[in-house]
């Protein structure tokens, strides 16, 4: 771990992969600030990781946008008479490290030209992917990850939740060239010990 503030955006190979407890125990082990720029849906995933997170230097900033329907954010922006843009968006003020939440995956939408995605871009973030398994999770992994190397970004690494799989978790490294920063297993319930027990496991210097 480094004393230089970072920033880190996480998303996801789908829209339940984890993003937000992926994004707590990263706070946790970063001491990192937290924000989710574009809410689609209440109860909010801010609210969750407030209550997930025990280090008490973590600051959780608001959103520029709270939508209120849980749909793709260009959808719930239309049923609200809204538009929402990227352009829009300005860094919470901060000296520390920021964990940035996205909406669902890579390329949901936000408007009719930009994706969620196109965030990590305008603010030079380090992405940080939570891939899950299901039948059809390497193929979404890897597609998500072609998208990634196609637009230049920089990845930190890939993130597991839940049952592992190491065959699939085996060809999506061979294929992804990224390092796996964390294995999460199928807890059965997630509190904020859960969440210290992962960010343990961190290991020193990987971000």
Same mark, same amino acid.
């Given at each position: 771990?480094?004393?230089?503030?970072?920033?880190?955006?996480?998303?996801?190979?789908?829209?339940?992969?984890?993003?937000?407890?992926?994004?707590?125990?990263? !706070?946790?082990? %970063?001491?990192?600030?937290?924000?989710?720029?574009?809410?689609? $849906?209440?109860?909010?995933?801010?609210?969750?990781?407030?209550?997930?997170?025990? &280090?008490?230097?973590?600051?959780?900033?608001?959103?520029?946008?709270?939508?209120?329907? *849980?749909?793709?954010?260009?959808?719930?922006? =239309?049923?609200?008479?809204? =538009?929402?843009?990227?352009?829009?968006?300005?860094?919470?003020?901060?000296?520390?490290? %920021?964990?940035?939440? $996205?909406?669902?995956?890579?390329?949901? *939408?936000? &408007?009719?030209?930009?994706?969620? @995605?196109?965030?990590?871009?305008?603010?030079?973030?380090?992405?940080?992917?939570?891939?899950?398994?299901? %039948?059809?999770?390497? &193929? =979404?992994?890897?597609?998500?990850?072609?998208?990634?190397?196609?637009?230049?970004? &920089?990845?930190?690494?890939?993130?597991?939740?839940?049952?592992?799989?190491?065959?699939?978790?085996?060809?999506?490294?061979?294929?992804?060239?990224?390092? !796996? @920063?964390?294995?999460?297993?199928?807890?059965?319930?997630?509190?904020?010990?859960?969440?210290?027990?992962?960010?343990?496991?961190?290991?020193? $210097? @990987?971000?």
């Amino acid at each position: 771990m480094t004393d230089k503030p970072k920033l880190y955006f996480v998303t996801a190979i789908g829209t339940d992969s984890g993003k937000t407890l992926v994004s707590a125990i990263l !706070c946790e082990f %970063l001491s990192a600030d937290y924000w989710k720029p574009i809410q689609a $849906g209440i109860p909010t995933d801010a609210d969750a990781v407030r209550n997930l997170v025990s &280090n008490r230097k973590v600051a959780i900033h608001p959103e520029a946008y709270r939508l209120k329907t *849980p749909e793709s954010p260009h959808a719930a922006a =239309h049923h609200e008479g809204l =538009h929402v843009r990227i352009s829009d968006l300005q860094l919470p003020n901060t000296t520390r490290s %920021l964990v940035i939440e $996205g909406a669902g995956g890579c390329l949901v *939408p936000l &408007n009719d030209e930009e994706f969620v @995605i196109d965030i990590a871009s305008r603010f030079n973030a380090s992405i940080i992917l939570v891939s899950n398994f299901y %039948l059809g999770s390497i &193929n =979404h992994t890897l597609l998500t990850i072609e998208a990634l190397k196609r637009r230049g970004l &920089n990845v930190a690494g890939i993130i597991f939740n839940g049952p592992r799989n190491e065959e699939s978790e085996r060809i999506i490294m061979r294929h992804g060239s990224y390092p !796996c @920063i964390l294995n999460i297993e199928a807890e059965p319930v997630i509190t904020r010990e859960t969440v210290q027990k992962y960010a343990a496991k961190i290991p020193v $210097g @990987i971000l």
